[in-house]
Nanobody, 126 residues
Framework: QVQLVESGGGLVQPGGSLILSCVTS????????IGWFRQAPGKEREAISC????????LYADSVKGRFTIARDNAANTGFLLMNNLKPEDTGIYYC???????????????????WGQGTQVTVSS
């Protein structure tokens, strides 16, 4: 069975840091790029970062660039999102995703992702 399980979310004060993990099973993560997305209350889901198979391609949304870092450990079938200097506007549900229909060397469009985790809640508040 294919599974993507996010963890590491929680309540953090502004300026704090969190590390999110995406543990996958049921497929070989090494074949795929990994995307991270979030959905803030009352807003549409947005793509925030992605990483290619080799890790050489790393893309970030303007809203998180310089504060977030994406990483992967293929041997552990796990993706990571390191979040620093968190702001209240970072609050939302964070999801990881991959495109299983076809192996993806590079990052792909959001519409192409077909395997998603259930999300982990990140709340940034004092």
């Amino acid at each position: 069975q294919v599974q993507l399980v996010e963890s590491g979310g929680g309540l953090v004060q502004p300026g704090g840091s969190l590390i999110l993990s995406c543990v996958t099973s049921g497929f070989t993560l090494d074949y795929y790029a990994i995307g991270w997305f979030r959905q803030a209350p009352g807003k549409e889901r947005e793509a925030i970062s992605c990483i290619g198979r080799s890790g050489s391609q790393r893309l970030y949304a303007d809203s998180v660039k310089g504060r977030f870092t994406i990483a992967r450990d293929n041997a552990a079938n796990t993706g990571f999102l390191l979040m620093n200097n968190l702001k209240p506007e970072d609050t939302g549900i964070y999801y990881c995703a991959v495109q299983l229909r076809q192996a993806s060397t590079l990052c792909v469009r959001e519409s192409k992702y077909d395997a998603w985790g259930q999300g982990t809640q990140v709340t940034v508040s004092s």
